[in-house]
């Protein structure tokens, strides 16, 4: 008889590293989510504006300080964070083009006690997330389209 296969118990080092903290960072608004375990969507989305934080820390830190009040005993501070930012992303320093922040991975993960801080352009994270996108999520954009496979005609002068 074959052996009955392993469930790891809810503690792996996958489910170790949960709750995440994730956010979408653009010029105008920061918004953010938690997903609590793997396989998880977000929850707990709040939009909080860039002109009211310094830096993406501290909108963090407001974000997670509500959240926290909300969980009670229960807070399970965040060891890992995803940021999409609407700004091109190369090397420490992250400068934004549409927005006052301009900032360092490093010093945002270290202020917020991470042990891991992602941060992608926003239309890698797009990217990304498409192949686990069901079915069901798929939405066809070419009805607005229909000139694409219209034939081409000379305009009159």
Do not use: C, K
Request: charged residues 15%.
């Amino acid at each position: 008889m074959p052996a009955v296969p392993h469930v790891p118990p809810r503690t792996t080092a996958v489910t170790a590293s949960h709750p995440r903290l994730v956010a979408d960072i653009g010029g105008t608004n920061a918004r953010f989510a938690w997903v609590n375990a793997p396989g998880d969507g977000p929850t707990h989305v709040q939009t909080l504006p860039v002109a009211s934080h310094v830096g993406p820390a501290e909108a963090a830190r407001a974000y997670l300080s509500g959240l926290q009040a909300a969980a009670g005993t229960g807070w399970h501070a965040p060891r890992r964070a995803a940021f999409a930012v609407a700004t091109a992303v190369a090397g420490d320093r992250i400068e934004f083009t549409n927005s006052p922040w301009s900032f360092s991975r490093e010093a945002v993960r270290q202020a917020l006690a991470l042990d891991a801080l992602a941060i992608v352009n926003d239309f890698e994270a797009l990217a990304l997330s498409l192949p686990g996108l069901a079915p069901s999520q798929w939405r066809p954009r070419w009805a607005g389209l229909r000139w694409l496979r219209a034939p081409m005609r000379r305009s009159a002068r």
